[in-house]
C-alpha cells in the first residue's frame, strides 16, 4: 500500500505542478452550460482521484487473491471432509 500512496501521491503532485489540471479545466470550461462547470469540478478533483486509486490498487489486488483462494478451498472442503471421516472409520 505504500508503494500505491507514493505512486499516487507523485501522479498529483506532476499534475498540479505541471499545470495540466488546470489546463484540462480550463478546456472543459469552454463548454456551455452547467455542463463545463461540472466536467471542471472534476479536472480539477483529478489528481485526487488518481490518488485514491492508486492508494487502493494493491488492496483490490490482495483481496482479489484472497477470495480466489477462499473459493477454492471451500470447494475442495467437503472432499477432504468425506476422506478424513472415512480414515478415521477405518483405524
Known amino acids: 500500500?505504500?508503494?500505491g500512496i507514493g505512486l499516487g501521491g507523485a501522479a498529483?503532485?506532476?499534475?498540479?505542478?505541471?499545470?495540466m489540471v488546470a489546463r484540462m479545466?480550463?478546456?472543459f470550461f469552454y463548454i456551455p452550460g452547467a455542463a463545463g462547470?461540472?466536467?471542471?469540478?472534476?479536472?480539477?478533483?483529478?489528481?485526487?482521484i488518481i490518488f485514491?486509486?492508486?492508494a487502493f490498487a494493491p488492496v483490490s489486488?490482495?483481496?482479489?487473491?484472497?477470495?480466489?483462494?477462499v473459493r477454492e478451498t471451500e470447494r475442495d472442503l467437503p472432499l477432504v471432509m468425506e476422506?478424513?471421516?472415512s480414515l478415521a472409520e477405518g483405524g
Open 61 to 69: 489486488v490482495i483481496r482479489a487473491a484472497r477470495r480466489r483462494r
Open 83 to 85: 476422506l478424513l471421516s
Open 1 to 3: 500500500m505504500a508503494a
Open 52 to 54: 485514491l486509486w492508486c
Open 25 to 27: 479545466a480550463q478546456g
Open 12 to 19: 498529483a503532485f506532476l499534475m498540479v505542478k505541471t499545470g
Open 37 to 48: 462547470e461540472a466536467l471542471g469540478a472534476i479536472a480539477y478533483a483529478g489528481p485526487v
